[in-house]
């Protein structure tokens, strides 16, 4: 019996021609194994309701077309769901889709739904609301949240905004198990990094039942283009400025005016944040 597919597309995600990706998909999309639909998203939480009434209507397979924003909300609806994501990364950081090695060209990311090969993965949780790659406060969150009003992307115009937000930024406090101390940014980590190849923590694995707590000092500007280099590498675990601990859920309190989730900026409306590890709680089709 054939499975059936969706294919969720944000026609506004990266720069790729969203008509050529249907395209390919009618071209590669194996027709014995697969009976599928395209939906395009109209609006921001589009993706999210279409996956709820495709777990509704019993599809076997979701694939998200678009970048990491496209991804977080389809995947979070299929949270404790029996239907499988799958990915077409076509965003401009696609870090979900690096850290499962899912090409981001067309045809072969199309040939890996083919294939099926899926696993069942963790997400988490912070103050109760559900991500599945990053989270967290401090830098990061800000640049996430500067990202948001600006209508570039890209790695070298994202390097550039870290250059010039790096001298004005102080840091935040974080209150955490009776010590406080000030970090550069805080980031709670279920996979490797926030896209681009910018690995926030390379030993991230997405099954393991952990998340990654990574603390990170604010390094000196002679140090900062290294530390750079270091997170491009995924050797940043190694620095004097990284600190990483492994933990199933850790309560902090911070003064940060932002938090990030998933690579997307929010203002800080709480005092206190609540990360949680959810196991084993999503289906992920993957090479």
Same mark, same amino acid.
């Given at each position: 019996?054939? @499975?059936?597919?969706?294919? =969720?597309?944000?026609?506004?995600?990266?720069?790729?021609? $969203?008509?050529?990706?249907?395209?390919?998909?009618?071209?590669?999309?194996?027709?014995?194994?697969?009976?599928?639909?395209?939906?395009?998203?109209?609006?921001?939480?589009?993706?999210?309701?279409?996956?709820? @009434?495709? =777990?509704?209507?019993?599809?076997?397979?979701?694939?998200?077309?678009?970048?990491?924003?496209?991804?977080?909300?389809?995947?979070?609806?299929?949270?404790?769901?029996?239907? $499988?994501?799958?990915?077409?990364?076509?965003?401009?950081?696609?870090?979900?889709?690096?850290?499962?090695?899912?090409?981001?060209?067309?045809?072969?990311?199309?040939?890996?739904?083919?294939?099926?090969?899926?696993?069942?993965?963790?997400?988490?949780?912070?103050?109760?609301?559900?991500?599945?790659?990053?989270?967290?406060?401090?830098?990061?969150?800000?640049?996430?949240?500067?990202?948001?009003?600006?209508?570039?992307?890209?790695?070298?115009?994202?390097?550039?905004?870290?250059?010039?937000?790096?001298?004005?930024?102080?840091?935040?406090?974080?209150?955490?198990?009776? $010590?406080?101390?000030?970090?550069?940014?805080?980031?709670?980590?279920?996979?490797?990094?926030?896209?681009?190849?910018?690995?926030?923590?390379?030993?991230?694995?997405?099954?393991?039942?952990?998340?990654?707590?990574?603390?990170?000092?604010?390094?000196?500007?002679?140090?900062?283009?290294?530390?750079?280099?270091?997170?491009?590498?995924?050797?940043?675990?190694?620095?004097?400025?990284?600190?990483?601990? @492994?933990?199933?859920?850790?309560?902090?309190?911070?003064?940060?005016?932002?938090? @990030?989730?998933?690579?997307?900026?929010?203002?800080?409306?709480?005092?206190?944040?609540?990360?949680?590890?959810?196991? $084993?709680?999503?289906?992920?089709?993957?090479?």
């Amino acid at each position: 019996m054939k @499975q059936e597919i969706w294919f =969720i597309i944000n026609p506004s995600s990266g720069i790729s021609n $969203k008509k050529r990706i249907e395209n390919q998909i009618r071209k590669y999309l194996d027709s014995e194994k697969y009976m599928y639909s395209i939906f395009y998203t109209d609006y921001s939480g589009h993706g999210s309701e279409l996956a709820k @009434q495709g =777990i509704s209507e019993k599809v076997n397979v979701i694939c998200a077309v678009g970048g990491d924003g496209t991804v977080h909300e389809i995947a979070t609806a299929l949270i404790q769901s029996d239907v $499988k994501l799958a990915i077409i990364p076509c965003g401009s950081g696609n870090g979900f889709a690096r850290h499962f090695n899912i090409s981001e060209r067309v045809k072969k990311s199309i040939k890996i739904i083919n294939q099926g090969n899926f696993t069942r993965i963790d997400t988490a949780t912070i103050n109760n609301i559900p991500f599945i790659q990053v989270a967290g406060v401090g830098y990061d969150a800000k640049i996430a949240f500067d990202i948001v009003n600006n209508t570039f992307r890209g790695l070298f115009k994202y390097l550039l905004l870290i250059i010039k937000s790096y001298f004005s930024y102080k840091g935040v406090s974080i209150h955490a198990n009776e $010590k406080v101390d000030r970090y550069f940014m805080a980031t709670v980590a279920n996979t490797k990094e926030y896209g681009n190849g910018f690995q926030i923590s390379p030993t991230s694995k997405a099954d393991d039942g952990k998340l990654e707590l990574v603390l990170v000092k604010k390094p000196p500007i002679y140090d900062l283009t290294w530390m750079t280099l270091r997170f491009l590498l995924g050797t940043s675990s190694c620095s004097k400025y990284v600190e990483t601990i @492994q933990l199933e859920e850790i309560t902090f309190s911070t003064d940060s005016g932002h938090f @990030q989730m998933d690579g997307e900026g929010f203002l800080n409306k709480f005092s206190e944040l609540n990360f949680q590890i959810v196991p $084993k709680s999503l289906f992920v089709i993957h090479p």
